[in-house]
């Protein structure tokens, strides 16, 4: 299980889900994506997905790692589908959840922008905004693998309408799925959402049965 933090966060943020899927009998793993001060998640998304991409093969090779799920918190998310959809995750990959993940960017993603000064810093902060670049690359390319979407209307960094799923006639597997009462960083450890984790996780594993 790979966890990948979102937009100015660390991977500290995953303390209490690592805890309870490790519990759980699952193997977890995150690591730090850099940034700004060499920790927080601020380096554009194609830079952060290969540098999963990096990461995960030094694992395979030194280590055996197998495919792997993946749970994305906001940025996270976008991060792991440009992973699968464009380097090499499709074969290494067997789900995506991701957790108030803007798949179709967020208007609040201006705040980030004019923290990072509007430019001068370099960020992924314009590619969270809705119709940028990233966002409209993500949207023509359908998900080569499961991908389920928890996302809450309390959620006020990414309004639900910015993380709810539009899945195409004959596209793979896609889910939404709505909690309630749930604010943005509260989505990485509210128990609700857990269980919704556990869920998706175990529909990825009956759809994977079927194929096989």
């Given at each position: 299980?790979?966890?990948?933090?979102?937009?100015?966060?660390?991977?500290?943020?995953?303390?209490?889900?690592?805890?309870?899927?490790?519990?759980?009998?699952?193997?977890?793993?995150?690591?730090?994506?850099?940034?700004?001060?060499?920790?927080?998640?601020?380096?554009?998304?194609?830079?952060?997905?290969?540098?999963?991409?990096?990461k995960l093969a030094m694992?395979?090779?030194r280590h055996g790692l197998?495919?792997?799920?993946?749970?994305?918190?906001?940025?996270?998310?976008?991060?792991?589908?440009?992973?699968?959809?464009?380097?090499?995750?499709?074969?290494?990959?067997?789900?995506?959840?991701?957790?108030?993940?803007?798949?179709?960017?967020?208007?609040?993603?201006?705040?980030?922008?004019?923290?990072?000064?509007?430019?001068?810093?370099?960020?992924?902060?314009?590619?969270?905004?809705?119709r940028s670049r990233t966002?409209?690359?993500?949207?023509?390319?359908?998900?080569?693998?499961?991908?389920?979407?928890?996302?809450?209307?309390?959620?006020?960094?990414?309004?639900?309408?910015?993380?709810?799923?539009?899945?195409?006639?004959?596209?793979?597997?896609?889910?939404?799925?709505?909690?309630?009462?749930?604010?943005?960083?509260?989505?990485?450890?509210?128990?609700?959402?857990?269980?919704?984790?556990?869920?998706?996780?175990?529909?990825?594993?009956?759809?994977?049965?079927?194929?096989?």
């Amino acid at each position: 299980m790979l966890l990948l933090h979102g937009f100015f966060q660390t991977r500290n943020i995953w303390e209490v889900m690592e805890d309870r899927l490790r519990h759980a009998g699952y193997g977890v793993l995150s690591f730090n994506l850099g940034g700004l001060f060499w920790r927080f998640n601020t380096h554009p998304i194609d830079r952060s997905a290969r540098l999963v991409a990096d990461k995960l093969a030094m694992l395979r090779q030194r280590h055996g790692l197998g495919k792997v799920h993946i749970i994305g918190h906001s940025k996270g998310g976008l991060i792991a589908r440009r992973y699968v959809q464009s380097y090499g995750g499709d074969d290494w990959v067997k789900s995506i959840i991701t957790l108030g993940t803007p798949h179709h960017g967020t208007p609040t993603a201006a705040i980030g922008v004019a923290l990072m000064g509007f430019g001068l810093l370099p960020t992924s902060a314009r590619e969270l905004l809705p119709r940028s670049r990233t966002i409209r690359a993500l949207a023509e390319d359908e998900s080569p693998v499961p991908l389920t979407s928890i996302y809450s209307r309390e959620d006020l960094v990414c309004p639900h309408w910015c993380s709810v799923l539009r899945p195409e006639q004959g596209a793979s597997p896609m889910d939404n799925v709505e909690v309630r009462g749930v604010g943005h960083s509260q989505l990485v450890w509210d128990t609700t959402v857990y269980q919704a984790v556990l869920d998706a996780l175990e529909r990825a594993r009956d759809r994977e049965q079927e194929r096989t």
